[in-house]
Antibody, heavy 118, light 116 residues
Framework: EVQLVESGGGLVQPGGSLRLSCAAS????????MNWVRQAPGKGLEWVSY????????YYADSVKGRFTISRDNAKNSLYLQMNSLRAEDTAVYYC???????????WGQGTLVTVSS | QPVLTQPPSASASLGASVTLTCTLS???????VDWYQQRPGKGPRFVMR????????SKGDGIPDRFSVLGSGLNRYLTIKNIQEEDESDYHC?????????????FGGGTKLTVL
């Protein structure tokens, strides 16, 4: 059974940092592209970042470029999102999701809530 | 990159059928779209992928036969037959867009399905 489990969310002050993790199981993690997608309270889905299976190719949404860093550790079956210079508008549930170019985004985690507030 | 448009709400009676629509912006008629179901307080659940030829690949885990898709022109449809209370959810559509130098996932605004 494919499972994606996010962790690391919480309350942080504006300008602060958080590191999210996503633990993958039930599939060969190193063979799959991965993404972070977020959903602000009561809003729709917003793509945040993409990483290729090897980690060599990375893309970001303009809204987080220069502040967020995606990475992965294939030996640990884990995906990460380092979030710096956090703003109130980054408040959202963050999901890790498996998928990539011309490939269905077919598995999602349950999400972890990030709240940026003073 | 494409823009995906969904009506914000839909409703159907228990046991009836409903068709949800996701419309791609002009110029993207060959794009495939993924449908997701999101129950309150839960993460999105992949339903299936659809192109102009219909379903692409397999349905998501545990998706019943009552769910089907069609694609025509710029529209991608998700039909749910014999609607059950458990089908009351937000339904999102999404598409990947990219080439060798960029990638993005785009999503529609979601349709809230109410079961009457």
């Amino acid at each position: 059974e494919v499972q994606l489990v996010e962790s690391g969310g919480g309350l942080v002050q504006p300008g602060g940092s958080l590191r999210l993790s996503c633990a993958a199981s039930g599939f060969t993690f190193s063979s799959y592209e991965m993404n972070w997608v977020r959903q602000a309270p009561g809003k729709g889905l917003e793509w945040v970042s993409y990483i290729s299976s090897s980690g060599s190719t990375i893309y970001y949404a303009d809204s987080v470029k220069g502040r967020f860093t995606i990475s992965r550790d294939n030996a640990k079956n884990s995906l990460y999102l380092q979030m710096n210079s956090l703003r109130a508008e980054d408040t959202a549930v963050y999901y890790c999701a498996r998928g990539g170019l011309d490939t269905a985004t077919d598995y999602w985690g349950q999400g972890t809530l990030v709240t940026v507030s003073s | 990159q494409p823009v995906l448009t969904q009506p914000p709400s839909a409703s159907a009676s228990l046991g009836a059928s409903v068709t949800l629509t996701c419309t791609l912006s002009s110029g993207y008629s060959n794009y495939k779209v993924d449908w997701y179901q999101q129950r309150p307080g839960k993460g999105p659940r992949f339903v299936m992928r659809v192109g102009t030829g219909g379903i692409v690949g397999s349905k998501g885990d545990g998706i019943p036969d009552r769910f089907s898709v069609l694609g025509s022109g710029l529209n991608r449809y998700l039909t749910i037959k014999n609607i059950q209370e458990e089908d009351e959810s937000d339904y999102h559509c999404g598409a990947d867009h990219g080439s060798g130098s960029n990638f993005v996932l785009v999503f529609g605004g979601g349709t809230k399905l109410t079961v009457l």
